[in-house]
């Protein structure tokens, strides 16, 4: 059996190799459809429902998100990609409120 050296053009190239395979590798993983994640963060989840994550948190403590929508994981909240979203449609009416469209913003609040 032959030892490999350091100095090996062989070597070399398939270090490198293997670095960019993992450069292209973390971009895919960046690129993932956020639909194919089970778990999502605030700003994931709040980009899905149009709002920023800061409502997401105000939504969760007003209750609009079952105790099944979320999780704790350490410090941060997750939330269901698919409970979380029924939840914010189901309090809204079966759409979601857009802070950006005033007449639904108006709808929900001046009542």
């Given at each position: 059996?032959?030892?490999?050296?350091?100095?090996?053009?062989?070597?070399?190239?398939?270090?490198?190799?293997?670095?960019?395979l993992n450069?292209?590798?973390?971009?895919?993983?960046?690129?993932?459809?956020?639909?194919?994640?089970?778990?999502?963060?605030?700003?994931?989840?709040?980009?899905?429902?149009?709002?920023?994550?800061?409502?997401?948190?105000?939504?969760?403590?007003?209750?609009?998100?079952?105790?099944?929508?979320?999780?704790?994981?350490?410090?941060?909240?997750?939330?269901?990609?698919v409970n979380?979203?029924?939840?914010?449609?189901?309090?809204?009416?079966?759409?979601?409120?857009?802070?950006?469209?005033?007449?639904?913003?108006?709808?929900?609040?001046?009542?």
């Open positions: 059996m032959t030892s490999v050296r350091n100095e090996d053009p062989r070597v070399e190239r398939l270090i490198a190799e293997v670095q960019e450069s292209q590798l973390k971009i895919l993983i960046e690129t993932i459809p956020q639909r194919n994640r089970i778990w999502l963060t605030p700003a994931q989840i709040g980009k899905i429902l149009g709002v920023q994550s800061r409502q997401i948190a105000r939504y969760r403590e007003q209750g609009v998100f079952k105790e099944s929508s979320y999780r704790k994981n350490g410090n941060r909240y997750e939330f269901h990609n979380a979203v029924k939840d914010a449609e189901s309090w809204k009416g079966n759409s979601v409120i857009y802070p950006n469209n005033k007449a639904n913003f108006r709808a929900k609040y001046d009542n």
